[in-house]
C-alpha cells in the first residue's frame, strides 16, 4: 500500500513536535480526524469514512520565542513549484479562520518537495494567506491564483530547515 501523499511531511513534523516537546518549548500534537463507524468487525477493529475536513492537522501550544501561545496548522506537501490552492478544503479554510479569530497562531507549513533534497519548506501564516485564499476559492472562475510559487511562498512568508517550523527551537548543523 502506497502511504497518502504527504505522510512523510506529516511524520516529520510529528518527530520534529516530539524534539520540542522534550526541550520544553512546545506541546504540538497531530489531531486525528472523526470518523463514522460504519459497520464493527470484531476485535476492536471495525470500518469506517472519515466525516469531513474540518480540523487542522496539527495543534497544540508555543511556550516563548516570538508568538507564544495556541497554534494551529496544516501540513501540506507539493512535487511541484507551486502549492495549489485546491489543495485546501474550505472546511479546513473555515477552521483556520475561527481559531485565528479566537487567538491562535494559525497557518500552513508547506513542503515543496522536488527533484531531490534538501526540499523546502515554508511557513506560510494564515492571516497573509487566508484573504488570498478565499478570493481565489470565492472567484466567478477560479483560474487566476490557482496556486503559490514557491518564491512568493516565502515572500508572503518565512522559509525553514527541515521540519523545524517553529523556527530555531532546535539547533540544526
Do not use: N
Not at 520534529?16 to 463507524?37: C, D, F, K, N, S
Not at 476485535?43 to 497544540?60: C, Y
Amino acid at each position: 500500500m502506497t502511504p497518502a501523499p504527504g505522510r512523510a511531511w506529516e511524520l516529520a513534523l510529528r518527530e520534529m513536535h516530539a524534539t520540542y516537546r522534550r526541550l520544553g518549548v512546545a506541546y504540538i500534537e497531530r489531531l486525528q480526524p472523526e470518523v463514522q463507524v460504519l459497520t464493527w468487525q470484531g476485535g476492536g477493529a471495525f470500518r469506517g469514512q472519515f466525516r469531513g475536513k474540518g480540523d487542522p492537522d496539527f495543534a497544540g501550544y508555543v511556550v516563548g520565542g516570538p508568538v507564544p501561545g495556541p497554534v494551529a496548522f496544516d501540513a501540506k506537501s507539493t512535487h511541484q513549484l507551486r502549492w495549489s490552492f485546491d489543495h485546501l478544503a474550505i472546511e479546513q479554510a473555515r477552521d483556520l479562520d475561527a481559531r485565528t479569530r479566537d487567538g491562535a497562531s494559525c497557518g500552513l507549513a508547506i513542503r515543496f518537495e522536488l527533484v531531490t533534497p534538501p526540499w523546502r519548506s515554508v511557513w506560510l501564516p494564515w492571516p497573509v494567506l487566508g484573504p488570498l485564499w478565499w478570493r481565489w476559492h470565492d472567484a466567478p472562475a477560479r483560474g487566476a491564483l490557482a496556486s503559490l510559487p514557491l518564491e512568493s511562498a516565502i515572500e508572503l512568508g518565512r522559509e525553514f530547515r527541515g521540519a523545524d517550523c517553529k523556527g530555531g527551537a532546535v539547533k540544526t548543523r
